[in-house]
């Protein structure tokens, strides 16, 4: 059985930075793509975030050069640093990851119950 589970969110005000961690466990065999999506209230789910297996990312148009995404495969961890936040970005953050468990040995998506970040003006 695999589960994420995210950490760090919380309340901030403009301008200021939070770093939310997320963490696979379980039976996992491997683990491709990792991420972050957001979804605020009355809105759709969107990307924030992304990182593969190699390392590539890619980031939605409204976090660029404010979010850093990085991860730890020694951990099965990922983080995203964010700064400059913005009262746009309150959102419950949820975490994924596309990877293979034991004894299923398919790719499927897993999310974690996501974490709210409250950004104040």
């Known amino acids: 059985q695999v589960q994420l589970v995210e950490s760090g969110g919380g309340l901030v005000q403009a301008g200021g930075s939070l770093r939310l961690s997320c963490a696979a466990s379980?039976?996992?065999?491997?683990?491709?793509?990792m991420g972050w999506y957001r979804q605020a209230p009355g809105k759709q789910r969107e990307l924030v975030a992304i990182?593969?297996?190699?390392?590539?990312?890619n980031y939605g148009d409204s976090v660029k050069g404010r979010f850093t995404i990085s991860r730890d495969n020694a951990k099965n961890t990922v983080y995203l640093q964010m700064n400059s936040l913005k009262p746009e970005d309150t959102a419950v953050y949820y975490c994924?990851?596309?990877?293979?468990?034991?004894?299923?040995?398919?790719?499927?998506?897993?999310w974690g119950q996501g974490t709210q970040v409250t950004v104040s003006s």
């Open positions: 990182i593969r297996g190699g390392g590539s990312t």
């Open positions: 379980g039976s996992i065999f491997s683990i491709n793509t």
């Open positions: 994924n990851a596309d990877l293979v468990a034991i004894p299923i040995m398919t790719r499927r998506d897993y």
